[in-house]
């Protein structure tokens, strides 16, 4: 079992920056790529980024490229997720996941968190 916790959402202005945190605890951390997704209101959960579980490897959703980075630091068992330039299309709740497979995809993530609101005022 992983257990994930995210925090560091809020209400932030268009243009403004937010940075999420995901603690992990359980299993071995460091053993999980690391996936972040969110889901705006009557709207499918999506991809957001990822990362793998050595932090050698990242993806980012086309519409987050640039403005998004993703980090973790394996011996705090958390994941990062600086949000730049923030938009109100950004708004949602963003939940990170651990999983073994593929990155783009929820069903390859077996854990997630309780998800986080992000809310981008225009």
């Known amino acids: 079992q992983v257990q994930l916790v995210e925090s560091g959402g809020g209400l932030v202005q268009d243009g403004g920056s937010l940075r999420l945190s995901c603690a992990a605890s359980g299993r071995t951390f460091s053993n999980y790529n690391m996936g972040w997704f969110r889901q705006a209101p009557g709207k499918e959960r999506e991809f957001v980024t990822a990362i793998s579980w050595r932090g050698g490897s990242t993806y980012y959703a086309d519409s987050v490229k640039g403005r998004f980075t993703v980090s973790r630091d394996n011996a705090k068992n958390t994941v990062y997720l600086q949000m730049n330039s923030l938009k109100p299309k950004d708004t949602a709740v963003y939940y990170c996941?651990?999983?073994?497979?593929?990155?783009?995809?929820?069903?390859?993530?077996?854990?997630w968190g309780q998800g986080t609101q992000v809310t981008v005022s225009s």
């Open positions: 996941a651990a999983g073994h497979g593929q990155f783009y995809y929820s069903a390859d993530y077996g854990y």
